[in-house]
């Protein structure tokens, strides 16, 4: 199931694990990344709490945890690289994975279409 | 903030639209940030080859005194500037500086000498207060004209020699910080090869009507790409150069700011026209004396970006804080972060550790050599 948020945040559930990125739309917005900073593993997050920061040549942005829960593990590829995030933001460049606390909370945040729609 | 309709416009402002630049509010002008290329691509595209940049919003001024001979210009504008502008010889160019009563600095500048005038150029956001300054110092001797409409295109990076002396071949023969009176494309404009990008490179003032031609012109060169102000901000950080109301402002001395040389020994104490200007009595006292505090480079040990703002510490924990960071982000050309801010000058030293707090967290950074990358000025 693929979910998104209003902060351009995607998320892949399984089960009760939410892999975490973010879109196509918000990676070109943001332009070529030079440095993310990411979550650490086991940290408990909260709903819209601040999960990790990208940066640009010009600014830094905060990426949203789209959900409740523990993070369970984290792509150190995009640390490492963050430009993988600007050439496959929606595969290799995933973020962190995320134990949700209800997964059913998932259901109130939109589809593919209705962010489609969203960001025109 | 600004809103659109309330922003003025440059005359290359529908070749932003057409070229699809994200635009937004610099200095009361609605402005490029980006072209499609992306800030990175366009910031190693100028170090490699050639960027075109829209300065429209800058201030030109030109200074004519009542009695026919620039030197007069020169003597009045001293008054009001602590650098040498009466030893500028016809068709030179050099940085200049406001100060005021307090020895802070009110703006940076250009000024040339182009033979019986001066003609400068002064940040977008200051120009009128420039024109307010310069009137009310002048305006007795001199003859002011501002010409806030006209276009001005920076052509910056090592191929700009070759496209633009394919249109006028005399661009070649000029050196840093010559200034002339060239020809492209049958329109008179005034070019000096200069630029704050740190690359060899021209600044070419153009008339209103015919900006929008030449610029199309310069742009049909497979050298050279339309470059926003996002790229020119991390150009002239790497090249170490000021950016007015972040690196220096009306609370900055010259001193410093790092900026001694830009005021000539003519105007120091023991100089033939010292003094005289305002602040004289702070900021000469400060040559002999030094300040208290130095603009330097920071070189950030990792790598997170560490940018305006950040404030800067002695210790990795506790402490008072000791500066500030005034200008950082990511330098494409250096490979890594790069910044700029204030330490106490017995901190000044390159190679001395500082650590600038970041979302709660102090990040070690080296007081780096200026600039980060360096300069190609053909000299």
């Known amino acids: 199931m693929l979910k998104f948020t209003e902060d351009h945040e995607w998320l892949k559930i399984e089960g009760d694990v939410a892999t975490v990125g973010i879109t196509e739309h918000a990676a070109e917005q943001l332009g070529d990344l030079v440095f993310v900073e990411l979550p650490e593993v086991g940290a408990k997050l909260d709903k819209g709490g601040e999960a990790s920061t990208v940066e640009s040549v010009k600014a830094a942005s905060d990426v949203y945890c789209p959900l409740a829960g523990e993070v369970t593990e984290v792509n150190q590829a995009i640390a490492d690289d963050p430009s993988l995030v600007n050439s496959d933001p929606t595969g290799a460049g995933w973020f962190f994975k995320l134990k949700l606390d209800d997964a059913a909370a998932a259901d109130d945040l939109m589809d593919e279409a209705a962010y489609k729609a969203m960001i025109g | 903030m600004d809103t659109t309709a309330d922003l003025l416009k440059t005359p290359l402002h529908s070749l932003h639209l057409e070229l699809g630049a994200r635009m937004a509010g610099?200095?009361?002008?609605?402005?490029?940030?980006?072209?499609?290329?992306?800030?990175?691509?366009?910031?190693?595209?100028?170090?490699?080859?050639?960027g075109l940049f829209d300065v429209s919003h800058m201030g030109q001024i030109l200074i004519r005194a009542n009695s026919g001979n620039v030197r007069d210009a020169a003597l009045a504008?001293?008054?009001?500037?602590?650098?040498?502008?009466?030893?500028?010889?016809?068709?030179?160019?050099?940085y200049g500086l406001f100060t005021n009563d307090k020895g802070g600095l009110e703006d940076d500048f250009m000024v040339a000498n182009r033979g019986d005038h001066l003609y400068?150029?002064?940040?977008?956001?200051?120009?009128?207060?420039?024109?307010?300054?310069?009137?009310?110092?002048?305006?007795?001797?001199?003859?002011?004209?501002?010409q806030f409409d006209r276009g001005l295109i920076a052509l910056q990076g090592p191929a700009a020699e070759g496209v633009l002396s394919s249109y006028a071949p005399k661009a070649e023969d000029m050196l840093f910080m010559d200034v002339a009176e060239l020809e492209i494309a049958g329109v008179p404009v005034v070019v000096s090869r200069s630029g704050y990008t740190g690359e060899d490179g021209y600044e070419i003032s153009i008339p209103a009507e015919e900006t929008d031609r030449i610029a199309r012109l310069l742009l049909s060169d497979d050298h050279v790409a339309p470059i926003g102000l996002g790229a020119r901000d991390s150009l002239r950080l790497e090249a170490g150069l000021c950016l007015y109301g972040n690196d220096i402002d009306e609370t900055t001395t010259p001193v410093e700011a790092n900026l001694k040389w830009a005021i000539q020994k003519v105007r120091r104490n023991g100089g033939a026209r010292q003094g005289g200007f305002p602040g004289a009595d702070v900021i000469l006292s400060q040559f002999d004396n030094g300040a208290s505090r130095l603009r330097v480079g920071l070189q950030p040990a990792g790598k997170a970006p560490v940018r305006?703002?950040?404030?800067l510490f002695a210790q990795e924990t506790g402490g008072e804080a000791i500066g500030t960071v005034t200008s950082g982000g990511f330098g494409p050309s250096a490979g890594?972060?790069?910044?700029?801010?204030?330490?106490?000058?017995?901190?000044?030293?390159?190679?001395?550790?500082?650590?600038a707090e970041v979302r709660g967290k102090r990040l070690e950074c080296a007081v780096a050599a200026l600039p980060f990358v360096p300069s190609t000025y053909k000299r």
Request: aromatic share 6%; net charge negative.
């Open chain 2, 77 to 94: 504008l001293e008054t009001i500037t602590p650098v040498d502008v009466a030893d500028l010889k016809p068709g030179r160019q050099r």
């Open chain 2, 26 to 50: 610099f200095a009361g002008y609605d402005m490029p940030i980006q072209y499609k290329m992306g800030v990175m691509q366009e910031h190693l595209h100028t170090r490699a080859n050639a």
């Open chain 2, 120 to 146: 400068l150029v002064v940040n977008a956001a200051c120009k009128h207060d420039d024109l307010a300054r310069i009137e009310a110092a002048l305006s007795d001797t001199c003859e002011i004209e501002a």
């Open chain 2, 336 to 355: 890594g972060p790069v910044a700029m801010g204030y330490v106490p000058a017995a901190m000044a030293a390159p190679g001395t550790s500082v650590f």
């Open chain 2, 308 to 311: 305006a703002g950040a404030v």
